[in-house]
């Protein structure tokens, strides 16, 4: 469950840097699978993302929608942990 959510945004000559930054909790005792959906403009890109958990931090890197998919499924697989943003 969402427990906060900030979003900065900066616009420079014609080109605009925003960052989201939300706090999740788990209440459960097991790990969830979360679908998450973010709308973005025709025109727009994901750079790329942070999660932090404690003090684990990990940085996700964008790839083409096949090669993340085949990852994302090798690592339910194995039981690792594992993120894909669609």
């Known amino acids: 469950p969402l427990e906060s959510a900030q979003i900065i945004a900066r616009a420079q000559g014609g080109f605009a840097l925003s960052t989201l ?4 909790a788990n209440p459960y005792d097991e790990p ?3 679908v998450y959906t973010l709308p973005l403009p025709a025109d727009g890109a ?10 684990r931090v990990i940085r996700g890197e964008v790839q083409p929608r096949e090669k993340a ?4 499924k090798q690592a339910l697989r194995t039981l690792r942990e594992a993120r894909l943003i669609a």
């Open 32 to 34: 969830l699978e979360v």
């Open 46 to 55: 994901v750079l790329g993302y942070t999660v932090k958990v404690g003090e």
């Open 69 to 72: 998919a085949a990852a994302y």
């Open 21 to 24: 930054a939300q706090v999740f």
